[in-house]
Antibody, heavy 126, light 108 residues
Framework: DVQLEESGGGLVQPGGSLRLSCAASGFMFYSYSMNWVRQAPGKGLEWLSYISSGGHNQQYADSVKGRFTISRDNAGDSLYLQMNRLRDDDTGVYYC???????????????????WGQGTLVTVSS | DIQMTQSPSSLSASVGDRVTITCRASQSISSFLNWYQKKPGKAPKLLIYAASSLHSGVPSRFSGSGSGTDFTLTISGLQPEDFATYYCQQSNSAPTFTFGPGTTVEIK
């Protein structure tokens, strides 16, 4: 089965740090770009960060740029999110997400998030 | 940055109803538009990619249409398991992405 399993969430004080991990299984992890998406309590889905399959290209949402760092270990089939200078509004459920290219007649027609982990809860509070 | 809007923000419907949700992009995104279903306590699920292509395993009562800036998700014959929140997502600016604010489908 294709699976993603997040870990590392918990309670942290404002200004603190936390490192999330995501273990992938059932697919060729090294072949896929990966992302982190979060959902704050009572809010919608928010894309946070992207990393290319080889790890050389990273992108961030403005809300986390300069504070969060995405990385991956293809030998260990793992994705990470280092979160520093955490704020109250970083509270939420964090999802590890696989990005797949969908094509038609070998032409890319969309990148979509086709595999999601169950999420890990991060609570930032004093 | 591309902004996404959805309407309505919520709706009430009965089992068997036909439901339509609209998503609008702040600029043309061609057909780089995906739809997800989210239930409380569960991970989101991909329903539709490229505006109108049904993802593997998704029931055929779900359909999508549109291109450019205006898109719709239609559920033909609402089932009890379809009560959830639906999000559109643009992938035109990949590898950065934007979700819409969501539309909650509630039981009437």
């Amino acid at each position: 089965d294709v699976q993603l399993e997040e870990s590392g969430g918990g309670l942290v004080q404002p200004g603190g740090s936390l490192r999330l991990s995501c273990a992938a299984s059932g697919f060729m992890f090294y072949s896929y770009s990966m992302n982190w998406v979060r959902q704050a309590p009572g809010k919608g889905l928010e894309w946070l960060s992207y990393i290319s399959s080889g790890g050389h290209n990273q992108q961030y949402a403005d809300s986390v740029k300069g504070r969060f760092t995405i990385s991956r270990d293809n030998a260990g089939d793992s994705l990470y999110l280092q979160m520093n200078r955490l704020r109250d509004d970083d509270t939420g459920v964090y999802y590890c997400v696989r990005q797949s290219p969908f094509d038609s007649d070998e032409v890319l027609i969309s990148d979509a998030f086709d595999v999601w982990g169950q999420g890990t809860l991060v609570t930032v509070s004093s | 940055d591309i902004q996404m809007t959805q309407s309505p923000s919520s709706l009430s419907a009965s089992v068997g109803d036909r439901v339509t949700i609209t998503c609008r992009a702040s600029q043309s995104i061609s057909s780089f538009l995906n739809w997800y279903q989210k239930k409380p306590g569960k991970a989101p699920k991909l329903l539709i990619y490229a505006a109108s292509s049904l993802h593997s395993g998704v029931p055929s009562r779900f359909s999508g249409s549109g291109s450019g800036t205006d898109f719709t998700l239609t559920i033909s014959g609402l089932q009890p398991e379809d009560f959830a929140t639906y999000y559109c997502q643009q992938s035109n600016s990949a590898p950065t992405f934007t979700f819409g604010p969501g539309t909650t489908v509630e039981i009437k």
